[in-house]
Every structure is written in structure tokens, then in C-alpha cells.
């Protein structure tokens, strides 16, 4: 069965960076799009990143436009995001998804 493990969230400082992991099995991951969503305490799940099978970027989102970056290593079934330039606004659970699969998520917070 399709699995989406996150890793890599925590605490930091703001200005500060994260690289969220997320390993992928079950399928066949160089053949999927891959996406980053994040949702923060009484909001609305939204989209942070995407991916295509081979690597290009998708989207463009405005509030982190500039900080964060998505990636993927097919060979390690992986899908990457880097966050640098961390802010306050940034604190959410972070989500892993293959459509129509989500991971369990992993916290980051930004705060001093």
C-alpha cells in the first residue's frame, strides 16, 4: 500500500532553517507528482509545493516564494523541502502528498 513518511520538523528560531523529508513506498514514485501542503491551527490545509516526476517544479506559491524549494531523489523514493528564511507564519503541520494519498505530517514551528 501506497506509505508517505515526513520527517524533519521541529522547533526554530525565526530566520532559521528546516529540510522536511518525506519517504514515499508502495508505488512506483518516479511516475508521480509529488506535492508539499502544510496546515496551521485553525486553517484551511494549503499547498506549499510541487513536483513532477522528473523533477521540475510546478507551482509558484507567494508566501514562499523565494524560501522554499522542493526537490526529490528518484533513487531514494524521497521528495525534499527545503525551508530557509523561516517566519512565524510558517508554523503549521506539514503534509506529505501523493494524490490522493496524504503522509501523517510533521510539526514546524517557528518561534523565538
Known amino acids: 500500500q501506497v506509505q508517505l513518511v515526513e520527517s524533519g520538523g521541529g522547533l526554530v528560531q525565526p530566520g532559521g532553517s528546516l529540510r522536511l523529508s518525506c519517504a514515499a513506498s508502495?508505488?512506483?514514485?518516479?511516475?508521480?507528482?509529488m506535492s508539499w501542503f502544510r496546515q496551521a491551527p485553525d486553517k484551511e490545509r494549503e499547498l506549499v509545493a510541487s513536483i513532477s516526476p522528473a523533477g521540475v517544479s510546478l507551482n509558484d506559491v507567494d508566501s514562499v516564494k523565494g524560501r522554499f524549494t522542493i526537490s526529490r531523489d528518484n533513487a531514494k523514493n524521497t521528495v525534499y523541502l527545503q525551508m530557509n528564511s523561516l517566519k512565524p507564519e510558517d508554523t503549521a503541520v506539514y503534509y506529505c502528498?501523493?494524490?490522493?494519498?496524504w503522509g501523517q505530517g510533521t510539526q514546524v514551528t517557528v518561534s523565538s
Open positions: 502528498r501523493r494524490f490522493p494519498y
Open positions: 508502495g508505488f512506483t514514485f518516479r511516475n508521480y507528482a
